[in-house]
């Protein structure tokens, strides 16, 4: 198993890069969240998953150890790949998976291209305990006012906005002023959208 690679960038893409570490150049994947944490400079360090198949050793790197350990629950669900766990990393940010699957939210992981209804209720239903355990609950993020942001958003949806954009919305919002009203919510988010 390959713990962790440190040295030069030789090439750097928005789904992999090539570090070379003593004249050996690895061919790691990452995810988009990786790709922004990874400076322009030439030395880089990274932890890493190797998944070793019959015909293929396929190297996966995060900038971020909690990443990792993410990405290995994820590809621990039956009928998610490391694709589509690599997938998930780069369409929402580790913190939000986590949040996610700790609160049950389906639509968010649903919204992850490749992931159905049935696959992201797995990957709750599997991970909700273990991301808890493995994180531990100060790393796992979960909203105090996650039932005012779910009928925030539920109403903006009736209205006929993106979840998606509307939950962006909605979470600036929280930053913000986390003690929020539901009709507080909808009122600044209607007027940012």
């Known amino acids: 198993m390959i713990h962790h690679l440190k040295g030069q960038l030789i090439e750097k893409n928005p789904t992999y890069i090539v570090i070379e570490c003593n004249g050996i150049g690895y061919f ?58 690599r997938m998930m990393l780069s369409s929402l940010q580790p913190g939000e998976v986590t949040e996610a699957i700790a609160t049950g939210d389906v639509p968010t992981i649903q919204s992850v291209k490749g992931i159905g209804a049935k696959t992201a209720q797995r990957v709750i239903l599997d991970l909700k305990d273990k991301v808890l355990k493995v994180l531990g609950d100060d790393e796992v993020f979960v909203s105090q006012s996650n039932t005012n942001k779910e009928e925030a958003l539920s109403a903006l949806e009736i209205l006929g906005y993106n979840r998606r954009q509307a939950g962006k919305v909605v979470e600036k919002i929280l930053k913000e002023d986390p003690e929020s009203t539901v009709e507080s919510i909808i009122k600044m988010a209607l007027k940012k959208l």
């Open 28 to 85: 790691v994947n990452i995810s988009l969240h990786t790709f922004s944490l990874i400076p322009d400079s030439e030395a880089v360090s990274l932890y890493t998953h190797l998944q070793v198949k019959e015909d293929s050793h396929t190297l996966y790197g995060f900038a971020e150890k909690s990443e990792r350990e993410i990405f290995r629950l994820l590809i621990s669900v039956s009928g998610v790949g490391t694709s589509t766990a």
